[in-house]
């Protein structure tokens, strides 16, 4: 940039991607280049996904610290929170023994937090518009005595949609059932872009 400029943008970067800048002064004829200024690290906001969008969990990394991964976002604020696994959960007598295919899935952890706290993960921005009857399609596992709430709410740009879908209290019989599938209609916001929240409210006590 010449000299005086205090902004640059930056095109042609990938999305999803971090990258580090540093700044360099040219000083003219005699003195030349400075050193590299110390780098500046950012993270490229993620591309739309454009529907019909799939994932199964199977690229994210197993933690029990989970933050971002694909474009999926660990929102929460308190200690319960998603997580991801390639086995089964840190608790015992509660939650599936394996993923529904293969390895991974993402499951809430109740262990830590306290009735009614809410652990909360966001999906990418999806295109709906390709959709002539859009859907939102999944499997859970819900076994556990003390089995909470499953909400799905949607984000078509305004904020978000509160109890599209809910689900409430166990679900499953035993750690070994099989994981059911759900459909949940999303004609209400056909032509639009959404992010899909999944907020489960944590129940009393760990299962």
């Known amino acids: 940039v010449v000299a005086g400029m205090t902004t640059e943008t930056i095109t042609g970067l990938d999305p999803s991607t971090v990258y580090e800048v ?4 040219n000083c003219g004829m005699g003195d030349g280049l400075s050193e590299l200024s110390v780098g500046v690290g950012f ?11 799939f994932t199964d969990f199977e690229a994210f990394a197993p933690t029990t610290s989970f933050t971002d991964d694909e474009c999926w976002v660990e929102a929460s604020t308190g200690d319960f929170t ?3 696994s390639d086995d089964d959960t840190p608790s015992a007598n509660t939650g599936p023994n394996q993923a529904f295919s293969g390895v991974n899935f993402i499951f809430s952890e109740a262990t830590s937090g306290s009735l ?6 966001l999906s990418p921005q999806i295109d709906l518009s390709p959709l002539t009857d859009p859907a939102l ?11 909470g709430i499953l909400h799905v709410d949607v984000d078509a740009g305004s904020g ?4 599209v879908f809910t689900l409430s209290g166990q679900q499953q019989a035993n750690q070994d059932d099989d994981w059911i599938q759900q459909f949940v209609d999303l004609t209400a916001y056909s032509g639009q872009t959404v992010t899909i929240r999944l907020r489960a409210e944590r129940g009393d006590g760990f299962e």
């Open 82 to 84: 998603w997580d991801v």
């Open 160 to 163: 978000f949609d509160l109890d």
């Open 22 to 25: 540093y700044i360099q002064s």
């Open 116 to 121: 009614g706290d809410e652990a909360l993960i």
């Open 137 to 147: 399609s999944f499997r859970y596992h819900m076994f556990g005595g003390d089995m």
């Open 43 to 53: 993270e490229t906001l993620c591309d739309v996904f454009v529907a019909p969008y």
